[in-house]
């Protein structure tokens, strides 16, 4: 019993910025690594972003590096993606993923997010 919830999403303009945020919420024993993953209309779901929780290590897809940042708060279970110099290209629904333990698994398991729109535009 996993639930993921983000919030943020919305409508920006070109070279503007926007705020996502996600919390992991349920029986969670532990949680290895959460990131961002999104996906434009018509395309497949890509890699945006993650962060391991323990370490802090971040990792970028080439395309958001250098404009995205991601970043956690361990003790609220909760990842953040600040996006700037938002493009076009960035639009698409933006799904918060995790891969972490519950109180009854024996190893992680993959949890997704329902998604929040994020569109950029003129």
């Known amino acids: 019993q996993v639930q993921l919830v983000e919030s943020g999403g919305g409508l920006v303009q070109p070279g503007g910025s926007l705020r996502l945020s996600c919390a992991a919420s349920?029986?969670?024993?532990?949680?290895?690594?959460m990131g961002w993953f999104r996906q434009a209309p018509g395309k497949e779901r890509e890699f945006v972003a993650t962060?391991?929780?323990?370490?802090?290590?971040?990792y970028y897809a080439d395309s958001v590096k250098g404009r995205f940042t991601i970043s956690r708060d361990n003790a609220k279970n909760t990842v953040s993606l600040q996006m700037d110099s938002l493009t076009p290209e960035d639009t698409g629904v933006y799904y918060c993923?995790?891969?972490?333990?519950?109180?009854?698994?024996?190893?992680?398991?993959?949890?997704w997010g329902q998604g929040t729109q994020v569109t950029v535009s003129s």
């Open positions: 993923w995790a891969f972490l333990k519950t109180i009854w698994s024996a190893a992680d398991e993959n949890y």
């Open positions: 349920g029986i969670i024993f532990s949680i290895n690594t």
């Open positions: 962060i391991s929780w323990s370490g802090g290590n971040t």
